[in-house]
């Protein structure tokens, strides 16, 4: 493959990384790396490095991996790409790989350089990492992992103060084993924070402060304990508008290293508006949701401070990310009667659907979920179903009683539901008056329990491809198993339902050829199926 | 769905394309109206290179931030004072600096001696630079609008201003009308001159359901007067064009729009108030920001309620 060959595809790889087309990236990755194997030599340094980069900022770290993979293979094996390729370990779990190349990496680059200190810093993260994923500190090698990774962190930060990001990770594990009741051996880590913190300010304030740099003085802020410093430079950081990578980072961090959790009424607020911004930014992974503030006073009551500092921007964050937990609270588990996960439900009114079946909520499914004769191979009776609502802590599966709709599967695929009774405070979801414009550039969101697990939301690449009257086709990799999942559009409104997802799904309007995309039906179609009947069938 | 025929103001912008996604996110924002995602089409109808050698860089450029209106040299020459002009455009230009109260043409850094200075300027927490060179632009791009200049944006390339930019926005209200559901124009600035324009005097411009104004000149008698035939202060209003509300959103401290802000007693149906004239505050010292005025609750509560839509 000549240059101008892997820069054409490097430049193809940029345009899908814009749209975290993951799947076209995936391709790009191959071709590029077959490529690599017909040359006599390495693929030049500065395309190798830019690749790396753009498949980390869509998080596609398994294509990261194999493409570092391959440089190294043949030849280019650089220190800029050895790093890359250690990330692209990390993030994927490879642990004990990564420490062994950063070893490596360490020992040929000296400390004060750059990449030598970046190999430390790596290092002490994939330490960081195992302590972390020990999930116990008195397990075995916890303690020494932890030991380790402030160990090196702490050197590259003592040679050059100027390397904040290590001395507030430093600062941030001494912080946890205090935390945890390990004795290790360090510094004060608030006298580290301060130093960082005097640093950063005075650097932002003469406009030199980069992206890292915020999320830093963000962190080192919560060490010193300072809440409203804390959020100001978070603030400052989201309207930098990081990347999706820059996002998780700091996200993970607040949920492995500080134990966080959205309804932690110190910091809770500042995950919220991270994940939220995370949801804008889209990439490469679903968000799990498995904790909601205990009351919507609370969170409105604790968000507040957070709207002073953030303003009208901040607020809408909160709010948006308050409205998608509302939606999640609407959404069910479906099971037999013995807890096997069968797919998803949401609650609408159900007189969006029909005037007559009144204002209760009613559930709604898939038919090859749920109906009655079943639909097929693993269908359950509606006299089998349950509906498990995860989100609403202390509430029994309730009871399906009535089939009121459905269509089977190569029809609509809806089966639409009553149960025994509506959970209270929950709000239905509501219905989007039309389907978002099919211009390659709107996000959706798909809520639901892929293969019967926690409730997620799809978060990967979701762009709307295309639509028809009763069709919705999406890049949103949804894992298998989310049938039934509602989908939304940017404002939390309905449009469509889950119901498959395929490699070679056939494009609308009569155009021939395939691509891969999942398929949901438009929710107008059902409410105009619904509206229709009498009856089922 | 809807469909919404955007129409940008006064000054040079970015390319259309980014102008265009610089005010749908405008309009977004914090919990805003999000068309894409509400399904609702839009098209801009962009003039700025008939007057405007490139697209500019700074995004927005006199629509942006605040931070944007720190001027450095002037992109062209706006400067109206040495052009040859003919007598009427000479009187007809006298009387609009008139209004801007200060000359528009002067020494840029120049400021008025404050005994100088209307009461209405005073409150106007703008440098003089930067409000003496909107003038400038304001009054080139207007004139040039209403008297149907030639411009040679770029050589070998010369478009007399009205004609050219009059045939691009009935073309796109053309196509706009061939959408589903209610279409709407949205007007910014010289924008709003342009489009009340064509609404009114050319006669194959189709009509729309809604009209939508922000930060409009449409006040100022020297508009008007321009806009005969057609115009009459007492059936000002395009009727047979705009089918539903005409909607015009100002804020008192915005340097164009702010100069004779209410419109409804200029634009009536048979003597009958119909415009609703609404203000809004938009913030920072920069008012007549587009962005601004999409951002505002009172320009969003109007288009949901045209839309019958909700927002976050």
């Known amino acids: ?40 030599a390495p693929i030049d340094v500065k395309l190798a490095k830019q690749a790396l980069g753009l498949l980390r900022s869509m998080r596609a770290f398994a294509d990261m991996r194999r ?26 779990g490879a642990l004990v790989a990564a420490e062994k190349v950063l070893l490596d990496l360490a020992s040929r680059e000296p400390l004060g350089s750059a990449e030598g200190d970046e190999a430390r810093g790596l290092l002490g993260r994939t330490y960081k990492q ?137 910091w809770g607020d500042m995950l919220a508006v991270m994940k939220s911004h995370m949801m804008e930014a889209g990439g490469g992974q679903s968000i799990q949701v498995d904790h909601l503030p205990p009351e919507p006073e609370a969170f409105e009551q604790r968000s507040g401070g957070l709207e002073k500092t953030f303003g009208s921007a901040g607020a809408v964050t909160v709010k948006w990310w308050t409205l998608a937990q509302e939606r999640l609270r609407a959404i069910a588990r479906i099971e037999d009667h013995v807890g096997t996960a069968i797919g998803t439900a949401f609650l609408v009114k159900a007189s969006d659907l029909n005037p007559e079946w009144g204002d209760d909520a009613v559930a709604v499914t898939n038919a090859h979920v749920v109906s009655h004769p079943p639909a097929m191979r693993g269908t359950i009776e509606p006299d089998d179903a349950v509906a498990n609502f995860t989100m609403l802590e202390g509430l029994d599966p309730i009871e399906v009683t009535e089939l009121l709709f459905q269509s089977g599967p190569l029809d609509l695929d809806v089966a639409v539901l009553r149960l025994a009774s509506v959970p209270e405070g929950v709000t239905p979801v509501p219905l989007a008056k039309a389907l978002p414009r099919a211009d390659g550039e709107q996000r959706l969101y798909v809520m639901g329990h892929p293969l019967g697990g926690e409730l997620k939301i799809s978060i990967d690449d979701n762009v709307l491809i295309d639509h028809d009257d009763v069709k919705v086709h999406y890049r949103a990799p949804t894992e298998p198993g989310s049938s039934g999942s509602p989908v939304f559009n940017r404002n939390w409104q309905l449009i469509a339902l889950h119901h498959a997802g395929n490699d070679r799904m056939e494009r609308l309007h009569g155009e021939k050829g395939t691509y891969q995309a999942n398929e949901g039906i438009a929710f107008k179609a059902i409410t105009e199926a619904c509206a229709r009947p009498p009856g089922v069938g | 769905m809807a469909h919404i025929t955007f129409i940008h103001g006064i000054g040079n912008k970015p390319s259309i ?27 801009m109808v962009y003039w700025a290179d008939v007057m405007y050698e490139s697209p500019s860089v700074a995004a927005g450029s006199h629509e942006s931030a605040d931070t944007a209106m720190e001027l450095g040299e002037p992109e062209v020459d706006v400067d109206l004072a040495e052009a040859a002009l003919a007598a009427d455009e000479e009187a007809w230009l006298a009387g609009l600096r008139g209004k801007l109260n200060f000359d528009a043409d002067g020494d840029d850094e120049y400021a008025p001696p404050m005994e100088d200075i209307g009461a209405e300027f005073e409150r106007i927490p703008l440098p003089w630079a930067i409000k003496r060179r909107l003038m400038k632009v304001f009054l080139r791009d207007v004139h040039h609008y209403l008297f149907n200049t030639d411009s040679t944006p770029r050589p070998g390339e010369t478009y007399p201003c009205q004609d050219e930019i009059r045939r691009r926005f009935v073309e796109a209200v053309q196509r706009g009308a061939e959408q589903d559901g209610p279409h709407i124009v949205i007007a910014h600035s010289m924008g709003t001159v342009i489009s009340y324009d064509c609404l009114k005097r050319v006669p194959e411009c189709p009509a729309v359901d809604a009209y939508m104004t922000i930060g409009s000149p449409l006040g100022l008698d020297e508009i008007q007067d321009k806009l005969q035939p057609g115009w009459t202060r007492d059936d000002g209003f395009p009727h047979d064009k ?65 839309l019958e839509i909700e927002s976050v």
């Not at chain 1, 020990?134 to 103060?161: H, I, M, T, W």
């Not at chain 1, 804390?230 to 990347?243: F, G, Q, T, V």
Request: charged share 25%.
């Open chain 2, 242 to 306: 705009v089918r539903g509300d005409w909607v015009n959103i100002y804020d008192h401290l915005d340097p164009v729009a702010g100069l004779d802000p209410a419109i409804a007693n200029d634009y009536r149906k048979g003597g009958v108030n119909m415009v609703r004239d609404v203000q809004q505050t938009n913030p920072g010292a920069w008012r007549h920001d587009a962005g601004k005025y999409l951002g505002g609750p009172q320009f969003r509560g109007h288009l949901a309620r045209i």
């Open chain 1, 67 to 92: 493409l570092g993979d391959a440089c190294l293979a043949t030849g280019q094996d650089g220190a800029q790409i050895v790093r890359q390729y250690a990330q692209a370990l990390i993030e994927s």
């Open chain 1, 130 to 266: 195992m302590y972390l994923d020990a999930g116990n500190p008195r397990a075995s090698g916890a303690k020494e992992a932890l030991q380790k990774s402030v160990a090196a962190y702490l050197e590259v930060y003592e040679n050059d103060p100027s390397k904040t990001w290590h001395g507030q990770n430093a600062a941030e594990m001494l912080l946890r084993a205090e935390r945890d009741g390990l004795a290790i051996e360090g510094p004060d880590p608030r006298v580290i924070a301060r130093t960082i913190l005097d640093r950063i300010t005075k650097a932002h304030e003469a406009g030199e402060a980069d992206i890292w740099d915020l999320g830093t003085a963000r962190q080192v802020a919560m060490v010193l304990g300072e809440g409203d410093v804390a959020r100001e430079w978070l603030k400052r950081r989201m309207e930098a508008e990081p990347d999706a990578f820059v996002l998780a980072s700091g996200i993970r961090q607040l949920e492995e290293v500080w134990g966080i959790t959205e309804d932690d009424l110190a």
């Open chain 1, 1 to 40: 493959m000549s240059e101008p060959d892997a820069a054409a595809l490097v430049a193809e790889l940029e345009t899908a990384a814009k749209t975290f087309d993951t799947t076209s990236a995936t391709s790009i990755c191959d071709r590029l790396i077959a490529g690599m194997y017909r040359q006599p």
């Open chain 2, 17 to 43: 394309d980014e102008l265009q996604r610089v005010w749908e996110r405008a309009l977004a924002d914090a919990d805003g109206v999000d068309l894409g995602a509400e399904g609702i089409t839009a098209e």
